[in-house]
């Protein structure tokens, strides 16, 4: 069920995305700092914990699940550490799948070989 649940929200997030990219003049790196800046407003509020409980990997894993982590690290970073923690608090947390996305993305790129669109 844990499957379903994550698939669904997962699902529903990407549809939102692609309506907004097919529907709008908004353009797809607006629409992507959207979606981080509403997973850090709705874990700031605390009504993205509830999703990230009931959809696990389907909350956590897209864009807004970005913005939730950036969020909660700081939370309990100022919790921690006080005001020092806000400025520490989004990069601790995140830094272990910036890091594997720049690593990745560089194996790819010697892998592939990309080339320029012509």
């Known amino acids: 069920m844990m499957y379903l649940k994550a698939f669904l929200v997962g699902g529903l997030l990407c549809l939102i995305g692609q309506i907004l990219i097919d529907k709008t003049k908004l353009t797809p790196a607006r629409i992507l700092v959207s979606y981080v800046v509403a997973g850090v407003i709705l874990t700031g509020v605390g009504a993205y914990q509830p999703l990230v409980d009931f959809a696990g990997a389907g909350a956590t894993v897209p864009l807004t699940g970005f913005g939730y982590l950036l969020a909660d690290g700081v939370k309990k970073a100022v919790a921690s550490d006080g005001l020092f923690g806000v400025l ?24 592939f070989k990309p080339k320029d669109k012509s």
Do not use: D, E, K, N
């Not at 799948?97 to 194996?107: K, N, P, Q």
């Open 88 to 111: 520490r608090g989004g990069l601790t947390a995140s830094s272990a799948g910036v890091a594997a996305a720049i690593f990745f993305g560089l194996l790819m790129a010697l892998l």
